[in-house]
């Protein structure tokens, strides 16, 4: 989207960028596995209940037998306090003594989530960030937490000197070398695609300078606090819906130029998928598209823990929200024998040089696999959910999220592949997409 294009989809995009198209799309494509009409993965659905038992063990292991209750909703909130370290609450101890009422201490923690997820995709197998003081080593999604915590605390993302907060010019100027000091990079210590994350950062703070009636004038992401808390009035309420597609509005024209247009409308992080070609009609290229917004979700689920813990606010159609297709979910079911990759998909991608499969994050063959994934989170949701109520017990898809699939997924990455621990199918990316 070029700088002066307006906020005006047209009805065909307005649905690619909604929550009700990803899981729509995601259920066509679940229907095509059901009949065996998939290009890339064979479906077993006979291996669903043994992926509901061993998610439903991760979650009785860790939080029974009356403790369920207590699962957070999936959230980047968690991440900063890696390692039994209270880093978030100690941060609220300090600005609520330096004179911060909720209303800022909301704000500040809607910055610092704002950019840690856009930086939460994929570290790859070897970064590590040590932390200062403790010496506590940690990596992939805690550690780019972690990370950036302590480049915010500096106030690398503003451009008052020293500040805790973000504002547009902060992240339109940080540079390479800055990025790379926060997060420790050297040769020896590489981090998936650099260069990419800061200059979706920088295209980010772009953008909140074109929405001043959201994000003030100097594009504070901590002002949407302010924006959504107008909008709800007495009601203490959030719409998860409002919040969004204020989002999207954010964060669609700073996603990379490659990414996905219809009608030279950028459309984020969905893509044309043959398996869909089938339904389109009339050669429609909308009808084509599998969205995700995986980014723009993890962001979603993230901000609303601060409306709801520091402010009291309750959040309605957070069902809306999908299952993450990300690689921990994905690996869950490829993992556990609900989802195989073809045999000749597999061979011709998997080098002599390693053993695992290897696709480009954009590729038909992972754009298939995250769309199952969406589908399937729905249907273990269903299983789980099954499961819980006859104890009593209410789950969120959140909540499953971030005690079960992604956690799950994470164990058997470590338990098939302990050198590793990376996900059952290699995905190529330019660390701005999951």
Request: aromatic letters at 10%; a negative charge.
């Amino acid at each position: 989207m070029s700088p002066t294009m307006s906020w005006a989809p047209s009805p065909d995009i307005a649905y690619l960028l909604s929550l009700q198209a990803v899981r729509d799309r995601s259920q066509t494509v679940f229907a095509a596995a059901r009949e065996g009409r998939l290009n890339s993965f064979e479906y077993d659905e006979q291996r669903m209940s043994a992926v509901a038992d061993f998610v439903i063990s991760v979650m009785e292991r860790d939080f029974g037998p009356d403790r369920f209750s207590s699962i957070p909703p999936h959230g980047r909130w968690q991440h900063f306090d890696v390692g039994g370290v209270d880093r978030v609450n100690s941060l609220l101890d300090q600005w609520t003594k330096e004179g911060c009422d909720k209303m800022e201490l909301t704000r500040r923690l809607i910055d610092l989530f704002f950019v840690s997820v856009l930086l939460d995709a994929g570290a790859g197998d070897t970064w590590k960030f040590v932390e200062p003081g403790s010496g506590q080593v940690y990596n992939r999604s805690e550690g780019i937490a972690v990370a950036s915590l302590y480049m915010f605390k500096s106030g690398d993302f503003s451009q008052e000197t020293g500040a805790p907060k973000v504002d547009a010019a902060g992240l339109v100027n940080l540079t390479d070398e800055t990025f790379c000091r926060g997060f420790q990079i050297t040769p020896e210590n590489p981090l998936v695609g650099v260069s990419s994350r800061v200059k979706l950062l920088k295209n980010v703070g772009s953008s909140l300078l074109r929405v001043h009636d959201i994000v003030g004038p100097t594009g504070r992401p901590g002002n949407l606090v302010d924006y959504l808390t107008k909008l709800s009035g007495e009601a203490k309420t959030i719409d998860y819906e409002v919040l969004w597609s204020t989002l999207q509005q954010i964060l669609v024209p700073a996603w990379p130029a490659d990414r996905t247009r219809i009608e030279g409308f950028p459309i984020g992080d969905a893509w044309p998928l043959k398996v869909l070609s089938s339904n389109a009609k009339d050669g429609r290229e909308a009808d084509t598209i599998q969205p995700f917004h995986k980014l723009t979700q993890w962001l979603g689920y993230s901000l609303m823990v601060p409306f709801v813990r520091v402010l009291g606010f309750q959040i309605i159609n957070a069902q809306l929200g999908t299952g993450l297709p990300e690689y921990r979910n994905g690996g869950l079911f490829v993992d556990l024998g609900a989802l195989k990759l073809k045999p000749e998909v597999a061979k011709e991608h998997t080098a002599s040089d390693r053993d695992l499969p290897a696709f480009s994050a954009s590729s038909d063959t992972v754009v298939e696999w995250r769309a199952l994934t969406v589908a399937l989170l729905d249907e273990l949701y269903k299983l789980i959910s099954a499961h819980f109520a006859k104890l009593g017990v209410e789950l969120s898809m959140a909540q499953m999220l971030e005690a079960g699939t992604w956690k799950g997924g994470r164990e058997l990455a470590a338990k098939f592949r302990p050198h590793s621990k990376s996900s059952p199918i290699v995905i190529l990316g330019d660390g701005t997409l999951f």
